[in-house]
């Protein structure tokens, strides 16, 4: 089943300069874990030492945030995943 990832602007160094990304999965963890294997670099800026995306990854589903429980959502053929920066500052 193909998922398309929008990648953020920042990522894109990881990706050869690409906004987009096809992966395979059946939940958002799988599909992300698809992205990691293709990108390694991009490992350290979605995920913290222990596995769970950062706290300042927003990950979207079908335009929708997918908060809570983001890695587990289930995906299907066809859908797309934005992965945001959250930012900060004053």
Do not use: W
């Not at 059946?26 to 992205?35: P, Q």
Request: hydrophobic share 35%; glycine share 10%.
């Amino acid at each position: 089943m193909s998922v398309l990832i929008y990648l953020h602007k920042s990522h894109r160094q990881h990706t050869d300069g690409k906004e987009t990304v096809d992966v395979q999965g059946k939940t958002v963890g799988e599909c992300l874990g698809n992205l990691v294997q293709k990108y390694p670099g991009l490992k350290n800026e979605l995920f913290d030492k222990n596995g769970k995306l950062k706290n300042i990854i927003e990950i979207y589903l079908n335009m929708a945030s997918a908060f809570p429980d983001e890695l587990a959502k289930p995906t299907r053929a066809g859908d797309e995943i934005h992965i945001t920066i959250l930012l900060a500052g004053g």
